[in-house]
T-cell receptor
Framework: GQQLNQSPQSMFIQEGEDVSMNCTSS?????WLWYKQDPGEGPVLLIA?????ELTSNGRLTAQFGITRKDSFLNISASIPSDVGIYFC????????????FGKGITLSVRP | GAVVSQHPSRVICKSGTSVKIECRSL??????MFWYRQFPKQSLMLMAT?????????EQGVEKDKFLINHASLTLSTLTVTSAHPEDSSFYIC????????????FGPGTRLTVL
């Protein structure tokens, strides 16, 4: 089946630093989504990308839909302690009824 | 807006018993609801998709007779884990979406199931 690759599994940064996370796939997706999950909670949508090459921002977060439609990245600028959590990328196939495929997630730790 | 609740948030049961988890869309009508399972330090794995008033579509490898899904109304879906065993212990998360828009899924807070 389709797989999304996120690595490394964990990232440790200092408060105030910027961080970039990448997500790659062996197959094409038509929609890319980035979610954040806090411990014991459900995922919360951060950014949705619908078009190859699209660059979208949400506050300190910026995400881009790769031109090949096989990758996406998420940037967090000027990190703060509440950025701590697990960041998942998800891809959606052709067709609005297609299911989402999630990456394994990256656990972000921010040192004050 | 777009709030999804789950009940209970945490449940512990004995092996062999059945457990029902409720998923409610509080401020919108979820024509489609999704059930996911997440093991520790793992990603979300889709178990099944259900549209209101019709039978759920299960993903490959998910036993439909073990994980009973009912989506009787536009605001409520239930997942019943029948004859639960320790290997069913997991974090179960539901999400609600509008028909035809699975990219816009609103996730519930999850239910932690522990089977002793």
């Amino acid at each position: 089946g389709q797989q999304l690759n996120q690595s490394p599994q964990s990232m440790f940064i200092q408060e105030g630093e910027d961080v970039s996370m990448n997500c790659t796939s062996s197959s094409i997706f038509n929609t890319w989504l980035w979610y954040k999950q806090d411990p014991g909670e459900g995922p919360v949508l951060l950014i949705a990308l619908y078009k190859a090459g699209e660059l979208t921002s949400n506050g300190r977060l910026t995400a881009q839909f790769g031109i090949t439609r096989k990758d996406s990245f998420l940037n967090i600028s000027a990190s703060i302690p509440s950025d701590v959590g697990i960041y998942f990328c998800a891809g959606q196939d052709t067709g609005a009824n297609s299911k989402l495929t999630f990456g394994k997630g990256i656990t972000l730790s921010v040192r004050p | 807006g777009a709030v999804v609740s789950q009940h209970p948030s945490r449940v512990i049961c004995k092996s062999g018993t059945s457990v029902k988890i409720e998923c409610r869309s509080l401020d919108f009508q979820a024509t489609t609801m999704f059930w996911y399972r997440q093991f520790p330090k793992q990603s979300l794995m889709l178990m099944a998709t259900s549209n209101e008033g019709s039978k759920a579509t299960y993903e490959q490898g998910v036993e439909k007779d073990k994980f009973l899904i009912n989506h009787a109304s536009l605001t409520l879906s239930t997942l019943t884990v029948t004859s639960a065993h320790p290997e069913d212990s997991s974090f179960y998360i539901c999400s609600g979406g509008l028909r035809g828009r699975t990219d816009t899924q609103y996730f519930g807070p999850g239910t932690r199931l522990t089977v002793l």
